[in-house]
């Protein structure tokens, strides 16, 4: 009998062993989710005069810049001022390179100050992590563009002609550009390549995209050119949703960007699912 409970004991304890690694949260684990996208938000509204004020300086830098230099001697741009054309792009250009910086450079520093498995070891999926990391560049490009935008109604008298396009295409702007930043901050190993991710990559697709001019004015070539960049589709698809125009249908825009967001959403996912460059 002893030799029995003894066994069965051992069983016992050898079962609770197996059960360690197992997920006890259903098909979605809320719990951790939730940790990981408020720890996401926190990283940037602890330090929001970087995250949040400086952009507003930023963009309202750009729009003073460009409407005292060129302004003046510029027509309108799709029956309105430069200045009003000007908008959307600075808004849109100002969400997305916000909402890139706030994933890539929370990985990067996880890896740089060695803490990464701490995201790594808690029962989190793959798609739990791409979401929760998401979650905090979304909320961040959101943040900066509602500040962007009511200064930009209050100063410019910016109206929005479309407001549920606009919502759509800044919100799905930030998490394609989320996404981007996720893949590029598991690429990177050290601040230096993200910066230079940043500066060869993100910035270019930026500013070659129409956020300054309409493709309708380039060379054919050109103009093809910036129709394969989803982040033309994110300009003009703002601009729609605060002038009423824009260079290609908004409904073609829609259908790039989510399709460009599935694409790296999964390769994010298929990365953080096996720790590709991030598992020692």
Known sequence: MAAEQTNMGMKMDMAGFRDIGARRFGRVNWLGLGALAKREVMRFLVVWTQTLAAPLVTAGLFLAVFTLAIGPMRGEVMGVSFVTFLAPGILMMTIIQNAFANTSSSIVISKVQGNIVDTLMPPLSG?????????GGVARGLMVG??????????????VAHSVWLLVFVTLGAALLSAIGIAAGILSNKFDQIAAITNFIVVPLS??????????????????????????YLIDGARYGMIGQSDASPWLGLAVVLA????VSALCWHWLRTGYRLKP
């Open 207 to 232: 500013f070659l995209s129409g956020t300054f001019y309409s493709i309708s004015a380039l060379p054919p070539f050109m103009a093809a050119l910036s129709r394969v960049n989803p982040v033309f």
């Open 146 to 159: 509602v500040v962007i935008l009511a200064a930009e109604a209050l100063v410019l008298g910016q109206g």
């Open 260 to 263: 460009a967001l599935v694409a």
């Open 127 to 135: 798609g739990e992590l791409v979401l929760g990391y998401m979650a």
